[in-house]
Structures are given as structure tokens and as C-alpha cells.
């Protein structure tokens, strides 16, 4: 069963929720006051906007911003995805169709391969694109114009991308979760484009719990409004909300069932950590990089969770929310 508070999930996405400009994009404030400045300044100059590099965990409007950009800048948007980027060829296809002036979109750049990352090199520095061919003694190299166009590119892992690439990229924007103020802006103006009828205190509610993540809250809205059509009067108030998220297994904070397990293992199974990432994963039956990735990062964010060099750890403030008296003295710890 997919969790409501996964930031990963995408199925259930509405492109009607997503913000059409600048003046409707909720949050990240330096970011978008910086890029309303590039926009302007690369539009006096009739120039494509520099390349930008969006970085920040998922759920968090990355993609949302390209779409925002490419809407600013009065062009189009080309989407493609890292791990659909297989050979160089199918990179450089996508480039020699780009117009003047458009936006090409790549998510999870950093899951690119070595190949095409070497064709994306000169068509970001010099709009251009090195093709080989035939093969062997004979094979020849030519050099195909690209028409000026802007990269945006989105990354839940910027650590793994490769220096040359990241230096690349003119613009770097590094998304932070959002505060439960602007997560209820946002779900006001969802509900508003949903035609959910939703109160101030139902909103607050709602917000407090989404992990400050836009993908989250507008999912989490989509699930208490069936719950307050079938077992209500069809409006969101903070009692439908808390009864709707109470069945879905989500606590005050956001945090649901599979947080809860990650916390008790290390705090109790594994008397507070350290505990390394490996031995964590094989405890509860889920992956090394969807701990670190998904799950870890809010974690981390409320306190509850620290990263040392030795292994994972409960802190107090873990413990307490779980219920737990004080860590025991001395822990042993559990290497990978």
C-alpha cells in the first residue's frame, strides 16, 4: 500500500494544482526573488536564461518551478527523465529538436549515465553537440549547432553529481521544506481548484501534519476530502481532519507508521544507536536509499533523527515522541 505521506509519489498528481507563474509559486522565497531578477535581466537581453540546477528533496515543487520558468520566460517546456537517458543518442535527439529559447526539463539528473552526461557538456557550454560517424578507423566526428535554449535540471542527490557538471550550471537553487504558514496557502488554494468547501482550523490541521511538503499536503487534502464527503457534510474541518488522519496513521507531526518503525528500531532494538545504515535497512525490510532519501531527511528535520559517523541515532526528542523514558547509558554500537 503506497503511503499518503510519501514526497516520492506521483500517481495521484493533478497538473491544475501546480502554481502558473512566479506570483503563484508558494515559498522558497530567496529562490524565486533571485530568478524573478535572472528572468528579467536574460529577457532585456533577449538570451536564454543560464542554465539552473534545482536541488532539495522530492515533493517540494522542483518540478513545478521549471514548468514556472519555462512559463515566465514565454516558451516551452521539453521534459525528459535521467534514468530514460540510456545512450547518447537519445540525449542528442531531444537537443537537435529544441527551438530558440526553449526550456528542456531533466528530473533525477543524477541518475544519469557517464555517456550522456559527455553529449550534455558541450551542449551547455557551447550549444553544440559532437556526433561520431560510422565506427572504427573510418569513423569521423561532427559538430551539430544547437539553438540557444536553457537546462533546468532537478536532483533529490546533488552529492552524487559529477563537478563538471554542477559547474555547468549558471543558477543553483537548493530547496528547504515549507512551514506550516505556506503549506496552508497552499491547500487553501487547492481546495479553491478543487471545489473543496475547507475551514481555517481544518486547513491548519492539515498543514501541521503534510512534513512540509507541497506533493504531501495536496495528497493528504485529496484523502480527508473523501473521507469528508462519505462520513460527512463534504466540508473539511479540523474534526473531519484529525478522524481522516487518524485512519491513515498520521500523527501530529506527519509521521506514519514506517517513521515510527525506523524510530523504534534504533531506540529500542538497537538501544538508541548508533546503528549503521545497512543493519537498519535489513531490521525493518526496506532499502538503504529510501532510508536516506525519503525517510531520513524529515526525520532529521524534526530532531529526531541524527547521522554520525558511526551510525544512525534516536535523540531525545525521538524518544519522547515515541513515548520512551531517557537512552540507557552507554549504547553499544552496531557497525554495518
Known amino acids: 500500500m503506497n503511503r499518503v505521506v510519501d514526497p516520492t509519489e506521483t500517481e495521484a498528481h493533478d497538473?491544475?494544482?501546480?502554481?502558473?507563474?512566479?506570483?503563484?509559486?508558494?515559498?522558497?522565497?530567496?529562490?524565486?526573488?533571485?530568478?524573478?531578477?535572472?528572468i528579467k535581466a536574460a529577457l532585456q537581453r533577449g538570451e536564454p536564461l543560464d542554465h539552473v540546477l534545482?536541488?532539495?528533496?522530492?515533493?517540494?515543487?522542483?518540478?513545478?518551478?521549471?514548468?514556472?520558468?519555462?512559463?515566465?520566460?514565454?516558451?516551452?517546456?521539453?521534459?525528459?527523465?535521467?534514468?530514460?537517458?540510456?545512450?547518447?543518442?537519445?540525449?542528442?535527439?531531444i537537443l537537435t529538436g529544441l527551438d530558440k529559447g526553449e526550456v528542456l526539463f531533466i528530473d533525477e539528473i543524477h541518475r544519469m549515465s557517464r555517456a550522456v552526461e559527455e553529449v550534455l557538456y558541450p551542449a551547455m557550454e557551447d550549444f553544440e553537440i559532437d556526433l561520431v560517424l560510422?565506427?572504427?578507423?573510418?569513423?569521423?566526428?561532427?559538430?551539430?549547432?544547437?539553438?540557444?535554449?536553457?537546462?533546468?535540471?532537478?536532483?533529490?542527490?546533488?552529492?552524487?553529481?559529477?563537478?563538471?557538471?554542477?559547474?555547468?550550471?549558471?543558477?543553483?537553487?537548493?530547496f528547504d521544506f515549507y512551514s506550516a504558514a505556506e503549506l496552508a496557502i497552499i491547500i487553501t488554494a487547492s481546495a479553491e481548484r478543487m471545489g473543496v468547501v475547507i475551514t481555517p482550523e481544518g486547513c491548519r490541521e492539515l498543514?501541521?501534519?503534510?512534513?512540509?511538503?507541497?506533493?504531501?499536503?495536496?495528497?493528504?487534502?485529496?484523502?480527508?476530502?473523501?473521507?469528508?464527503?462519505?462520513?460527512?457534510?463534504?466540508?473539511?474541518?479540523?474534526?473531519?481532519?484529525?478522524?481522516?488522519?487518524?485512519?491513515?496513521?498520521?500523527?501530529?507531526?506527519?509521521?506514519?507508521?514506517?517513521?515510527?518503525?525506523?524510530?523504534?528500531a534504533i531506540a529500542i532494538t538497537f538501544s538508541g544507536g548508533p546503528v549503521g545504515l545497512g543493519t537498519?535497512?535489513?531490521?525493518?525490510?526496506?532499502?538503504?536509499?529510501?532510508?536516506?532519501?525519503?525517510?531520513?531527511?524529515?526525520?532529521?528535520?524534526?530532531?529526531?533523527?541524527?547521522r554520525t559517523p558511526r551510525g544512525r541515532v534516536v535523540t531525545p526528542r525521538g524518544r519522547e515522541h515515541l513515548g520512551l523514558p531517557g537512552p540507557v547509558d552507554a549504547p553499544q554500537e552496531t557497525l554495518l
Open 15 to 38: 497538473p491544475a494544482l501546480r502554481p502558473r507563474n512566479l506570483r503563484e509559486f508558494v515559498g522558497q522565497k530567496r529562490i524565486v526573488e533571485n530568478l524573478r531578477v535572472y
Open 54 to 93: 534545482l536541488a532539495g528533496p522530492p515533493g517540494l515543487g522542483k518540478t513545478s518551478l521549471a514548468y514556472v520558468i519555462a512559463e515566465t520566460m514565454g516558451t516551452q517546456v521539453r521534459t525528459a527523465s535521467g534514468p530514460t537517458l540510456e545512450r547518447g543518442g537519445d540525449l542528442a535527439a
Open 134 to 174: 560510422g565506427s572504427g578507423p573510418g569513423a569521423q566526428s561532427l559538430k551539430v549547432p544547437l539553438q540557444p535554449f536553457t537546462l533546468v535540471a532537478a536532483t533529490t542527490r546533488s552529492g552524487m553529481l559529477t563537478a563538471p557538471l554542477r559547474a555547468r550550471f549558471g543558477i543553483h537553487a537548493t
Open 207 to 264: 498543514a501541521r501534519r503534510s512534513r512540509g511538503t507541497p506533493r504531501i499536503a495536496n495528497r493528504m487534502l485529496r484523502r480527508v476530502r473523501d473521507f469528508a464527503e462519505v462520513q460527512g457534510d463534504g466540508t473539511i474541518d479540523a474534526d473531519i481532519t484529525r478522524i481522516s488522519l487518524e485512519r491513515l496513521e498520521v500523527d501530529l507531526l506527519g509521521l506514519d507508521n514506517m517513521d515510527r518503525r525506523i524510530l523504534e
Open 280 to 306: 537498519l535497512a535489513a531490521s525493518i525490510g526496506e532499502s538503504r536509499d529510501t532510508i536516506e532519501e525519503t525517510y531520513e531527511p524529515f526525520l532529521i528535520q524534526l530532531g529526531f533523527l541524527q
